[in-house]
């Protein structure tokens, strides 16, 4: 790193981690605030972003604590900005030359300037001591807590107990009480978390609170999907810096209806083969996320096809997939009755005829994402934003067992949806008829928002009779609502 000219700030004579040095807090010329120093008889200096590598600052008599998130590389200072690596973190103590009262001043501007960034103070923490391989708990203690303590933010922790747990905590959580809720699991507390917003009185305010997700379980697919558009690894640590940060991000959320009953969606609805092998591979957990590739192979070698339907209003520059839709076959969008708990009822879409299109199966499998991955290692919908107001549908019908094995190999960058067996668009509203399977038609298949069962139709994995919140069959309508909600992200 070259030497640079401070702006902005006065140096000052300081000891730095033991080491005599001068010291500048200066704005650059950029206009990000930086701690930079220089120790006796180096050639570089070395420097901290205050925005971008410090999670907490403390004068403690003649010395200032900077407790910071960097990358550490032997080579080079600890610019965690310009670095590439894994972060850690680590504290700077300088001994402040001019005594307690220069050491007091410096703490209090490098707190002032973080709080100026509005990072949140006040975190509503939520655990699954169930999910993945049961470890979110150990992760908490021993890799998020102390962060957030470096960073000054105060939490309130709690575990949750069974499934809808957090759907209930985020009905009747008072908001005014915390920056921000963050979910330490895979996927399903978040999406507990968002339904139980939208049930919500207050909800129009309640939705606008955002929501940071830590990866502690099996599939992690928003986690993977916020830090992969940021260039940065989907890590805890990582995840947690960025929720200290306090960088949001818009986030559509897609309304499931089918008749009088809803429920809200942020990451996919799947149906046929990506949901077979997400629900009936629950008896692998043990094998982690290790789970869905085994599985995968267990099902492509005994593939399954399912009769159906789907209608869907494509986005701009899509109209030509799919076939018209006749005036008596065009799909109704549905609304809540006026008896539903939910006080978010959905968005008010309405469509021509001419604007749908159908396909009819049978199919192997058909699948909507809101955003980008769908777990850790599957980029199922390459091309999708978390808030452009579209969803992004996959449809595989007829494939080779072989040619369906190479596109799972490279569902790990996305390229599968290249495949001519595969069909990528883009769509406003998406409706599911599902049917029953060609080899059985005695038997149905499964419904699968978000990692969770909505409906199942006879013979399927675990199936129990009204248990399910919807009815395999009857057709279930997709509409999303442009960045309804709001996540923590790194950038």
Known sequence: MEDRQATGGATTKVRANGTPAEATLSTTTGGCPELRWRCAGATVERSLSLEADVLGAEASGKEVVVCAFVVEDAARPPSCAKAGGKRRRREYVFEMADGEGAAAAWGETLRGCLDSFGRPKRLFVLINPYGGKRRASKIYEAEIKPLLEAAGVEVTMQETRYRGHAREVASSLDRARYDGIVCVSGDGVLVELVNGILQRSDWEEAIK??????????????????????????????????????????????????????????????????????IESEKYRWMGSARFDFYALVRIMNLRRYRGSVHFVPAPGYEAYGDPVKQAETPIVEQNGESQVCSYQGPRAEFQCSDWRSINGPFVGVCVYNVPWA????????????????????????????DLLALLLKMSDGSYVKSPHVTYLKVKSFRLSPG??????????????????????????????????????????LTVHQGLATVYCPK
């Open 209 to 278: 609170m955002p929501i940071g997700v830590v990866p502690a379980g099996t599939g992690n697919g928003m986690a993977k999907s916020l830090m992969h558009a940021a260039s940065e690894t989907c890590s805890v640590s990582d995840a947690v810096f960025a929720i200290i940060r306090g960088h949001k991000q818009a986030l559509d959320v897609c309304t499931i209806v089918q008749g009088g009953k809803t429920i809200f969606s942020v990451l996919s609805t799947t149906w046929g083969l990506v949901a077979d092998v997400d």
């Open 436 to 477: 029953q399977l060609v080899e059985d038609p005695k038997r149905g298949g499964i419904i699968d928002v978000d990692g969770e069962v909505v409906a199942r139709g006879e013979g399927t994995y675990g199936m129990i009779q009204d248990q399910d919140l919807m009815a395999y069959g009857p057709s279930v309508q």
């Open 375 to 402: 777990a850790e290692n599957a980029m199922a919908a390459p091309e999708a934003k978390f808030s452009d107001g579209y969803m992004d549908a996959v449809i595989l019908k007829d494939c080779p067992k072989a």
